[in-house]
């Protein structure tokens, strides 16, 4: 078999192409063929597929191909241009790569693949031998495939969610499809704006779809939906996990100020106990079991925060908004009359939000979804140095979170 034979066979060349002429450089380790096309055959318009002569060709253009026995492999060929009445001056599909793509579609599949498996653009390029350019390029075109292709698509659950992008400021934020755990639209800043920027990107009919949408208690995020969602009073849920957050975040504040006045007095009962009043009773580990009942049992103000956080889980047993509500609203009395400043604020708080908490109950979502995508993102950002700025970033996150389908198809 000649080596123009073999090549046709191995890159699934078919008429009317054919493979003209093979050159092998075995020193760099490189092969470069040559595509050509029969004469008198017809060419479809790319945009109506209106079937026209051959007008004139296009520059000389190269494709990399998957490497051949070791050997970069790279491919030529002029391409037919065609003059149709309606579209005017086309370069003509070919089958082999996507229009403007500098590689062929089995390459392109591959560094997708590779770049899946990797996780990071400089990983796939070492690999692939190719430069960082090159593997990002492709890794934004299959964003934009994918992207294109979802349109439409009906997102019923979302969850909104922030995302420090340098610690303690500069933020960026994320919507995610709770069903599918998707991150569908990343922006930036955590202002009413950046949420109001995803929901200009739908249509009426997929607005009209949303079924609830969890967020935390952020106003810039709460109005946006009011301004966009239809019904969004009802609709908005805000997340379990950031509620019990902040009663958690309100304990610590408990143990902190009475830690201090302990020590004060020579007590150091509640030292190294922080992580002790994260646990649920039930989750407490056996090694600190018997300390736990005994800080417990001490008349603590902090251990009295904690059971308060404790009851407060009841809440979300609760299948009623009504009855949730009335169990709410009794939690905040007492917590407010606790005598504890952090626990009084916190119910406050709650009782301020209280009808978007509620609505839990009905639509039982949660940002766990969110959260997890945020952690994956957040590893996409410590291994990937090299995305030199935002944009970068944004492109990895929809390549690795988006759940696009970013392949090319032969057209
Ligand atoms: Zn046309």
Aim: charge should be positive; aromatic fraction near 10%.
């Amino acid at each position: 078999m000649k080596d123009v034979d073999l090549y046709a066979q191995i890159l699934g060349i078919t008429h009317p192409w054919f493979v003209a002429d093979v050159k092998l450089q075995a020193g760099s380790g490189r092969v470069d063929i040559w595509l050509d096309h029969k004469s008198r055959v017809s060419w479809a318009c790319p945009e109506c597929g209106c079937e026209l002569a051959c007008r004139d060709h296009s520059e000389e253009r190269t494709w990399r191909h998957l490497d051949t026995c070791q050997f970069k492999t790279f491919i030529h060929a002029r391409i037919p241009r065609v003059r149709c009445p309606e579209h005017g001056v086309r370069q003509v599909d070919v089958p082999w790569a996507e229009p403007r793509s500098r590689f062929t579609l089995l390459m392109e599949r591959l560094v997708i693949d590779v770049l899946t498996e990797c996780a990071t653009v400089e990983g796939a390029r070492k690999l692939m031998r190719l430069s960082w350019d090159e593997v990002y390029g492709v890794m934004k075109r299959a964003v934009r495939r994918g992207m294109a292709r979802k349109k439409q698509r009906q997102i019923r659950y979302l969850g909104v969610d922030e995302k420090a992008f340098r610690k303690g400021h500069s933020y960026m934020t994320v919507v995610c499809d709770l069903i599918r755990g998707s991150v569908e639209f990343v922006a930036e800043e955590r202002k009413t704006a950046s949420l109001e920027e995803y929901f200009r990107s739908l249509t009426p009919e997929q607005l009209e779809t949303v079924k609830a949408v969890s967020m935390d208690m952020w106003s810039p995020y709460f109005l946006a939906t009011q301004k966009w969602v239809p019904d969004a009073a009802g609709k908005i849920v805000f997340d379990r996990f950031h509620v019990m957050k902040h009663v958690g975040e309100a304990v610590d504040r408990v143990r902190r100020q009475e830690h201090k006045g302990l020590l004060a007095e020579k007590d150091d009962t509640l030292k190294g106990t922080k992580y002790f009043w994260l646990y649920r009773e039930e989750n407490v580990p056996d090694k600190y079991r018997a300390r736990f009942e005994t800080l417990r049992a001490a008349n603590l103000k902090t251990a009295k925060a904690w059971a308060m956080k404790e009851s407060l889980q009841a809440l979300w047993e609760y299948l009623s908004p009504g009855w949730a509500k009335r169990f709410l609203r009794k939690w905040c009395s007492w917590a407010v009359r606790s005598g504890l400043p952090p626990m009084k604020k916190v119910a406050q708080t709650l009782r301020s939000h209280m009808d978007n908490i509620v609505t839990f109950c009905r639509h039982r979502i949660t940002n766990g979804v969110a959260e997890g995508l945020n952690s994956k993102i957040m590893s996409i950002k410590r291994r990937a140095c090299g995305y030199r700025n935002r944009d970068n970033f944004k492109a990895a996150i929809y390549f690795f979170c988006g759940g696009l389908d970013l392949y090319p198809y032969p057209r």
